[in-house]
């Protein structure tokens, strides 16, 4: 039973557009929440986390958002640029347990 | 400061065989992780090693597979025997320290079973 779910295997974007990538989960018990960039041949990166007690966290071009009533997160990327395609894998935690819950990954193409 | 890396980067082996996947963690990182990717589909949890141990093995598949983290630092992750649906990426990982969520990936090792 998949706790996590990315419903969108792959996404295209315009260059300089806004990227929505997104995320739903089942398990109530997550509270900790990550999104990693994965280039081929390479292991994943991480790239922006969220905490439950919050609903939005900055980092640059990423914001991350949490809607907890309705178990959603979102990764939106602004201004979108061509080293942004790569795989993006959610994942999710709980506090004092480091093993993560992952996504099946979204493919996000920019198109320039 | 050098990342996650795994050995071999690629491994392809007859169904019934034995295969050792190698881990070197960053070093100073006490805790470290396996996963694995099968066929496009979620990356999925096998254990984390707090130093030399285990502390939670509740994704390791069957008895087929075992790691080591021999002194705390590198890991191998060895299948004995290998069965065609053992075929994926495995990837490892580190933290520095318990509470670290942001875990750091090596490229992983792309292990096929004919």
């Known amino acids: 039973d998949q706790q996590v779910k990315q419903n969108s295997p792959s996404l295209s974007v315009q260059e300089g557009r806004i990227s929505i990538l997104n995320c739903d989960y089942t398990?109530?018990?997550?509270?900790?929440f990550l999104w990693y960039k994965k280039y081929p041949a390479e292991g994943p990166t991480f790239l922006i986390s969220?905490?439950?007690?919050?609903d939005k966290n900055e980092d640059g071009r990423f914001t991350v958002f949490l809607n907890k009533s309705a178990k959603h997160l979102s990764l939106h990327i602004v201004p979108s640029q061509p080293g942004d395609s790569a795989v993006y894998f959610c994942?999710?935690?709980?506090?004092?347990?480091?093993?993560?819950?992952f996504g099946t990954g979204t493919r996000l193409t920019i198109i320039p | 400061e050098a990342g996650v890396t795994q050995f071999p980067s690629h491994s392809v082996i007859e169904k019934g065989q034995t295969v050792t996947l190698r881990c070197d963690p960053i070093?100073?990182?006490?805790?470290l992780y396996w996963y694995r990717r099968v066929m496009g589909k979620e990356i999925k949890f096998l254990l984390h090693?707090?130093?030399?141990?285990?502390?939670?093995e509740s994704g390791m598949p069957n008895n087929r597979f075992l790691a080591e983290r021999t002194g705390g630092t590198y890991s191998t992750l060895k299948v004995q025997p290998a069965e065609l649906e053992d075929s994926g990426v495995y990837f490892c990982?580190?933290?520095?320290?318990?509470?670290?969520?942001?875990?750091?990936f090596g490229p992983g090792t792309r292990l096929t079973v004919l």
């Open positions: 990982a580190s933290s520095q320290w318990q509470g670290a969520y942001e875990q750091f």
């Open positions: 398990n109530s018990m997550f509270d900790y």
């Open positions: 969220i905490s439950s007690i919050k």
């Open positions: 994942a999710a935690t709980r506090f004092g347990n480091e093993k993560l819950t």
């Open positions: 070093s100073g990182h006490d805790n």
């Open positions: 090693f707090v130093k030399e141990s285990k502390q939670d």
